[in-house]
């Protein structure tokens, strides 16, 4: 296996922790579906904790749909609005009426038990390791603690073993959707010849809306109960934390040291993904700028956003300047001598030895990493975004210059992966044509999702019993 070859392409989001950042009151994980869909991943409520029927004090609960002999109850249905409806106001989106919201989110609860189903009939298994890896990131992305994590679900009512129970959930779904959907797409050369030909003379027109972007912001938080006093102060700091961004202060320099958003542990970068996925008001902030623009002060709910133009993908096409990464990384690849929690644990050993200094990264690589960066202690050189495997590239996106992931799991085996660098450089004509391949995937990519889930949802049976409450 030549170097970068299991880095194939510009991936789908990866299957593991892209974590929005919320209130202290509320800690949801997002676990990213394929761009078009991101899924929400959110612990249920005990049900002593659901709200009541409507027109009743005490009212028991019910079953509302059966999938495949498994039930889907009402207080199931009615906790899942009510933080869905708490996760688009964080994120600026206008709600939609419960009459629209409510059976577009039943029906994507029978397709997720569906899907659940289909991956615990193939005998995937999520090991203890792979589920505390995810709620570290989870932690980690939020800026807390493991320990503080649990408090702060246990302040809104949320069981622990619940919500590890529901992300163990979401990584035997992403295993089998790896298999069965984003391991089987390739791009040919002649589709990438034929994509940028058709794109001669095309242009993405001055101020139209890009195709994707990947957004720094710099967030100063608004406390809910401001006095107009406060929000005047935090604005005027804003303001000055934008002028020196605009004076060449390092953008990811200012995230850490003034953002309260999770992104400011990424030097604020928010990572590229479509617009759409975007908060429509951080779209139209950016739309009429250039990769290495700003914009703000612009206001949410959360509070004022500085922002950076990192990517834009206009028309189809990357724009003049792309973010690239310097990485390395250790991979165990996975044998019946080897399992996966064996390797976990070994590549955790390593972690620990590095962090205290007790071992050299590099040197680790070349005793152990099972691919052709050993040679060079597992240096993978300078790639740009979409140069990776999704569960790859998203864990290392998520990580800031000189830190080292948690043992990480890919179709490849088991890696730990250290960033370096991070630089902003020209699009080579190489660099384009993997964008093009990423972009074209991930289009194939979402297609062939989409009737997976719905064959997955029409092989499965499903008995409507009552309407949710």
């Excluded at 079953?63 to 933080?83: A, C, D, F, H």
């Excluded at 990131?137 to 493991?146: K, S």
């Excluded at 095309?202 to 938080?221: D, F, Q």
């Excluded at 680790?364 to 993978?380: C, H, I, M, P, T």
Aim: aromatic content about 4%; proline content about 6%; glycine content about 6%.
């Amino acid at each position: 296996m030549t170097k970068h070859r299991f880095l194939t392409v510009r991936p789908l989001a990866a299957a593991l922790a892209l974590v929005l950042a919320l209130p202290l009151s509320v800690v949801q994980a997002q676990i990213a579906r394929p761009s078009a869909a991101p899924r929400l991943v959110v612990p249920a409520a005990p049900a002593g904790n659901a709200a009541p029927r409507a027109g009743a004090q005490q009212q028991a609960d019910f079953i509302v749909v059966v999938v495949n002999s498994e039930p889907i109850t009402n207080n199931e249905v009615r906790t899942k609005l009510l933080r869905t409806e708490q996760q688009l106001k964080q994120q600026s989106i206008a709600l939609p009426p419960r009459s629209e919201l409510m059976p577009q989110l039943l029906e994507r609860m029978i397709s997720d038990k569906a899907q659940l189903q289909a991956a615990q009939a193939t005998g995937f298994k999520i090991d203890d390791n792979a589920v505390e890896g995810a709620v570290q990131t989870v932690a980690r992305q939020n800026q807390i603690t493991v320990d503080e994590l649990r408090r702060r679900l246990k302040a809104d009512g949320i069981d622990y073993a619940q919500f590890r129970s529901e992300i163990r959930d979401e990584l035997l779904i992403s295993r089998l959707r790896q298999r069965e959907v984003e391991s089987r797409i390739n791009v040919s050369e002649m589709e990438i010849d034929d994509y940028l030909r058709s794109q001669e003379g095309k242009p993405g027109a001055a101020g139209a809306a890009p195709a994707a972007l990947n957004l720094a912001e710099i967030l100063v938080a608004v406390p809910e109960n401001a006095t107009p006093e406060q929000v005047a102060s935090l604005q005027a700091k804003a303001r000055q934390v934008l002028e020196r961004a605009k004076a060449g202060a390092d953008f990811a320099a200012l995230a850490t040291e003034v953002s309260a958003a999770a992104s400011r542990s990424n030097g604020g970068q928010i990572g590229l993904r479509s617009a759409d996925r975007y908060p429509p008001l951080f779209v139209e902030a950016t739309q009429s700028l250039p990769a290495g623009g700003l914009a703000g002060p612009v206001r949410s709910a959360a509070g004022f956003h500085i922002l950076k133009v990192i990517e834009k993908r206009q028309g189809g096409l990357p724009d003049a300047v792309i973010t690239q990464t310097h990485a390395r990384h250790i991979l165990l690849r996975l044998t019946p001598q080897l399992t996966e929690a064996a390797a976990v644990e070994k590549l955790a050993g390593f972690k620990k030895r590095i962090v205290a200094g007790q071992a050299d990264f590099a040197a680790l690589a070349r005793e152990n990493s099972q691919d052709a960066s050993a040679k060079q202690g597992g240096d993978l050189g300078w790639v740009p975004g979409g140069a990776f495997v999704p569960e790859f590239e998203k864990v290392m996106n998520a990580l800031a210059p000189n830190q080292v992931s948690d043992p990480l799991v890919s179709r490849f085996g088991v890696h730990l992966v250290q960033v370096l660098e991070r630089r902003e450089a020209p699009v080579s004509p190489r660099d384009q044509r993997e964008m093009v391949r990423g972009m074209l995937r991930e289009k194939k990519q979402n297609e062939a999702y989409v009737r997976w889930a719905e064959d997955i949802r029409g092989r499965a049976y499903v008995e409507f019993r009552e309407q949710p409450q």
